[in-house]
């Protein structure tokens, strides 16, 4: 253990990935497909040597910079180690270029979920499992940067609650960053404690989806895709499941992990006396999904009333149902569509305006979670600035209350949330004008530039009025996309943090 503390994370995370790919190594020989399991054991190997070579090389090394050899060490992650994954992905497949294995690569560890093959048929087995093995990865790899990194750095989310937000990160006077230059201890002492819990949660819902009738791969598949929250499926999605509705309770209970990082990191980031029932990010859950379902199960009842369509409770509930569910999961960025989803446009006759998704996917799900977005603790800050700013019109003398913590979300909370919004616009702007030079119509650039900043792959599919393909995609086109989701996954303020003058002059 104290020798692996004395390597550079990018080295350790090399070794994860290699030693990673002798789990579709172990399934393919498990369904006797020999070539299948030789390539992704041989690339194993590679990768271990590799890995063991990097170590020889850097063993005892210390940057003279920790905040930015911390930064660096994310950026190369996301950019670089889907290299690896893609190698034996491109062996195994079949008429796939490296190219295209490379974006499903970056698409799977950024936990974007964004595919070029629709059709789950043309890919083996091990190939979807080796999907969803590197999103769960990359969904672990999250919540471990999240604690280690993005909260002492007061970055991907946690600059709401700290007094002077982003300013105390890019000043010179920051002494907290001083004392975090062992970035091994920190990691040592998280992993312990995060992948634990990650792996538990992940195998209680694989037992739990087996149990109700599921196929055991298409069940660790989708364990996988839900904490990871990258949606990817071996099946196209839970809409296919044999779970059936089950099988969809199941899953719901699971997005909680997404909401909230209290529900499974209490106490990491010095909240040990916070409460569930009281975190803001659950509260701005509970009223944007309440709010959403009630907008369209009114819409579509109304639309079943104009139609003259006769209501049933059984299509009333699956109305209410379906969009619970699929509200909830392009909250959480995960992207899976309710079977009961296009069961309430049959009962009504109407449509579901795709643009409900995309919203929610904008705003995404809990800080140091593996949900992308914007993040519903920067929505809350503008949310209560907004109400205390409505209040003083009404009341210019009143005093607003809430103690400290109250007012520094209400002022500079919600500054440095608006912020981050106007980049995360800027980002927008930049990627679909990007897109429309590669020659993408306008209308599909946007929904994908949201599905690839908000790492919530599957919108091309639900959001748009006929389903957009990655796979048509001009090979430029799918080079932006994929920096888009490295930059979603990182967020648009630890990139903007890497370029600060004040962090390569220490």
């Known amino acids: 253990m104290a020798a692996l503390r004395q390597l550079p994370f990018f080295v350790l995370l090399m070794g994860i990935a290699s030693a990673a790919m002798l789990v579709p190594a172990l399934h393919a ?10 390539t992704f054991f041989y690339a194993s190997l590679l990768g271990l040597t590799l890995t063991l070579l990097a170590a020889l090389a850097t063993t005892g090394r210390e940057p003279r910079n920790a905040a930015l050899s911390q930064l660096m060490t994310l950026v190369l992650a996301f950019g670089a180690l889907p290299l ?3 190698v034996p992905f491109y062996e195994v497949g079949q008429n796939v270029r490296f190219t295209d294995a490379w974006f499903e690569m970056v698409s799977s560890f950024t936990t974007t979920g964004a595919t070029l093959y629709e059709d789950a048929g043309r890919l ?23 604690v280690a990194i993005f909260a002492p750095m007061n970055l991907g989310g946690f600059e709401v609650r700290t007094a002077g937000g982003i300013a105390q990160f890019t000043s010179g006077h920051n002494t907290q960053i001083g004392r975090i230059a062992k970035l091994q201890d920190r990691l040592s002492r998280y992993t312990l404690t995060l992948v634990p819990i990650y792996t538990g949660l992940t195998f209680l819902l694989w037992i739990g989806l087996v149990l109700l009738g599921e196929v055991p791969y298409v069940a660790l598949c989708h364990a996988m895709s839900v904490l990871s929250t990258s949606g990817i499926s071996p099946i196209g999605g839970v809409y296919y499941a044999t779970s059936g509705f089950w099988g969809e309770v199941l899953i719901f209970c699971f997005f909680a992990f997404a909401i909230s990082r209290l529900t499974f990191s209490r106490g990491m980031f010095g909240d040990s006396d916070a409460r569930l029932s009281r975190d803001p990010e659950v509260f701005m859950a509970l009223i944007l999904v309440s709010g959403t379902t009630a907008l369209l199960f009114t819409r579509h009842w109304l639309g079943s009333i104009e139609e003259g369509t006769t209501s049933t409770i059984s299509s009333l509930f699956a109305s209410l149902w379906g969009s619970i569910f699929t509200v909830t999961s392009f909250l959480t960025t995960t992207g899976y569509e309710s079977r009961y989803w296009e069961g309430a446009a049959d009962w009504s006759g109407l449509e579901t305006p795709g643009l409900f998704l995309v919203g929610l996917a904008l705003i995404g799900g809990g800080a140091a979670t593996t949900a992308g977005g914007v993040k519903l603790l920067r929505v809350y800050a503008l949310f209560r600035h907004s109400e205390r700013e409505i209040e003083r019109l009404l009341h210019p003398s009143s005093v607003g209350g809430g103690g400290r913590e109250a007012r520094m979300i209400r002022r ?47 919108l091309a599919v639900f959001a748009g009025e006929t389903p957009i393909s990655y796979a048509g995609l001009p090979d430029a086109a799918k080079a932006i996309l994929a920096a888009a989701m490295v930059l979603g996954r990182l967020e648009t303020l630890a990139l903007i943090a890497l370029f600060n003058p004040e962090i390569w002059r220490r």
Request: hydrophobic fraction near 60%; charge should be negative.
């Open 29 to 38: 020989y498990a369904l006797s497909a020999t070539e299948v399991m030789q």
């Open 84 to 86: 690896m994954f893609a």
């Open 124 to 146: 083996q087995p091990s190939l979807h499992l080796w999907r969803a093995t590197v999103g769960w990865l990359g969904g672990m790899l999250t919540w471990i940067v999240a």
């Open 412 to 458: 500079q909370g919600a500054y440095i949330s608006w912020v981050f919004f106007m980049l995360f616009a800027l980002s927008i702007a930049a990627v679909m004008l990007s897109l429309a030079l590669t020659g993408v119509q306008f209308e599909t650039t946007m929904i994908l530039t949201v599905a690839a900043l908000s790492t919530t792959g599957p």
